[in-house]
């Protein structure tokens, strides 16, 4: 029986042109040696199994000329695990090594794996080698954490970053791998790989090597690789979120109960949900799908699938999905946390309806309150001018100068009036027909513009009784809640006095504040009941009227800074010292 060689040893890059992943770096290093800069001291940092043993090799190889299979047995290459030589005896021993030079070829290579593991002592035991090395000698350090590598062997070091191995590129190489042993492969399967692998080539070969070995035929499908590597299929994710839309949470913790009496772990449930929902956010927008790494046919669900998630259930989920992340570990009750996210996530779809329905609603208030307030103006605007009509009734002007033709049976037709005469004859108003104006009942009668002429207008103002006036009172309420008026609602509800016989409305007010709402409210107020119960006399006024002791109720500033001026005389004197405005 033949020896059996892992792929991560067999397809071990031999040169530049076959590492995988890391143009950067290799471009980098190939026209360093080309153009003899090579730098004698090299840090390679970057994740496990991304080629910085690799790159070290063929660094090694190129500078001494030596082919692909002499560096194996070269006297010049030296390779030091620091993990388990990193006492400053193991450092000493490698610095006396360096004085004397090569025997063969042109450079001494010395690679320290793992040199974070180098103690302190070791470090500062090497830093004297590293600072001034012999011309003929090169250190190449390599480490997965950089941050451990104390910074004055960082500062004697040309660093160079690996990266991750994208998954698109370790399909790619799973693939040839395959068609060269012969091994029939599914893509979707090896790409699954390549996710497992988490950007590490050698974890990826590995996996691959399993697979094979996991089938009889040869072969590598879809349903053998998660089978073996223990992964849940896609289709449960897709099912999930299914529910989660339609807010079945039956279902949905039906199915997840399936998961776990196969064997999956809660919390990697929980973390392949959320990279599905990611995926399917990512597959919202044409310029963010290339950051969807699945198979290509595995691509058109998570399309068809994201054209029917709206990004705010999307983004919701996440944000559910992420807590529990957080706190699985921390929870006495796992399963249960879990269960409870599915259930906020089932729920998700109601919540935007809700909320999409209070949007518009909101929009229509807002149209409503638009037209209320148009209103308001209107009627504003006809009772000032009805004021400026009854001053011209109180002015006196010759009968020749009447403006109405009173031929006319229909619309008054106006005419131009004889300005010279209007001088001699018009009368200013006196201050008292003034004041009548200022409660007189808003008309559509024409509005006469320009001049004041002299009209009869009769009055007609009809009867109401205390049931008619509260039915109004209650309609304008009404009015007031529709438009969303908290503060003016709550002055209406207050109790309030009607005297019949001079038709005054007095209402009883607790505070300053409310007096102030109702001097702004009186004249919408006014206009209301005028018109409603057909009597232009109606008037309103507030009583103010200060609560029992020990009860006041404190609203302004003003109000609240007075009550402590009371209690603590200090509180004044401490106002005046510093000068502050009490109403602020």
Not at 218 to 228: E, M, R, V
Not at 397 to 423: C, F, G, H, M, W
Not at 516 to 541: A, V
Request: glycine letters at 2%; a negative charge; hydrophobic letters at 35%.
């Amino acid at each position: 029986m033949e020896n059996f060689v892992v792929s991560a040893r067999k397809y071990r890059p031999k040169d530049f042109d076959e590492v995988i992943g890391q143009e950067h770096i290799t471009t980098t290093l190939k026209n360093a040696i080309e153009n003899n800069q090579l730098a004698q001291a090299l840090l390679f940092c970057g994740p496990r199994g991304v080629g910085k043993t690799t790159c070290a090799r063929i660094v090694a190889r190129m500078i001494n000329n030596y082919d692909s299979g002499e560096i194996d047995v070269s006297l010049n290459i030296f390779e030091l695990d620091a993990a388990s030589n990193n006492s400053v005896d193991h450092i000493r021993n490698l610095t006396d090594q360096v004085r004397y030079p090569p025997q063969f070829g042109n450079y001494k290579v010395y690679i320290i794996d793992e040199v974070h593991m180098l103690s302190n002592t070791a470090f500062n035991a090497f830093l004297k080698t590293l600072e001034e090395p012999p011309p003929y000698a090169i250190f190449i350090l390599a480490t997965t954490e950089k941050h451990k590598v104390i910074p004055t062997i960082l500062s004697r070091c040309q660093i160079y970053d690996f990266n991750r191995i994208s998954i698109s590129d370790i399909t790619m190489h799973l693939k040839e791998i395959a068609e060269k042993e012969g091994i029939k492969a599914e893509e979707e399967a090896l790409h699954l790989i390549a996710r497992k692998a988490d950007g590490a080539l050698r974890d990826a070969l590995s996996l691959f090597d399993l697979i094979v070995t996991f089938s009889a035929d040869n072969s590598i499908t879809y349903q053998a690789t998660i089978d073996n590597l223990h992964i849940l299929d896609y289709d449960y994710y897709f099912k999930m979120t299914e529910y989660l839309q339609s807010e079945d949470v039956v279902a949905g913790l039906l199915l997840y109960d399936e998961i776990l009496k196969k064997g999956f772990d809660s919390h990697n449930f929980i973390i392949g949900l959320s990279q599905h929902f990611r995926d399917l956010m990512v597959c919202k927008d044409e310029k963010s799908v290339k950051l969807l790494e699945v198979a290509e046919n595995v691509k058109t669900k998570y399309n068809d699938q994201a054209k029917e998630a709206t990004m705010s259930f999307l983004m919701s989920v996440i944000n559910i999905s992420s807590q529990c992340d957080i706190q699985y570990k921390a929870s006495k009750n796992q399963r249960l946390l879990v269960e409870l996210s599915l259930m906020k996530m089932a729920h998700i779809p109601s919540a935007i309806k809700l909320a999409n329905y209070a949007n518009t609603d909101n929009s229509s208030y807002d149209k409503k309150k638009t037209k209320t307030d148009s209103l308001a103006r209107k009627n504003t605007d006809q009772e000032e001018q009805y004021k400026l009509k009854v001053i011209a009734d109180k002015t006196e002007v010759s009968e020749p100068q009447k403006i109405y033709n009173k031929t006319s049976a229909t619309t008054p037709d106006l005419q131009e009036p004889d300005l010279r005469k209007l001088q001699k004859t018009t009368k200013i108003p006196s201050l008292s027909s003034l004041n009548e104006v200022k409660e007189v009942k808003s008309t559509d009668d024409p509005l006469v513009v320009g001049v004041n002429t002299q009209v009869n207008v009769e009055t007609k103002d009809n009867s109401f009784s205390l049931t008619d006036l509260e039915n109004v009172w209650h309609d304008f309420i009404k009015v007031k809640k529709e438009a969303g008026k908290a503060q003016e609602l709550n002055v209406l509800k207050q109790p309030f006095h009607f005297n019949i016989e001079n038709t005054t409305i007095t209402i009883t007010l607790t505070n300053s504040i409310q007096l102030d709402i109702l001097d702004e409210l009186k004249s919408d107020l006014l206009l209301f009941l005028r018109e409603k119960l057909n009597n232009s006399i109606i008037k309103i006024e507030g009583d103010l009227q200060k609560e029992k002791s020990g009860n006041n109720k404190l609203y302004t500033n003003k109000e609240k800074f007075e009550h402590l001026a009371e209690k603590n005389p200090m509180v004044k004197n401490l106002q005046e010292k510093l000068g502050l405005d009490p109403d602020f």
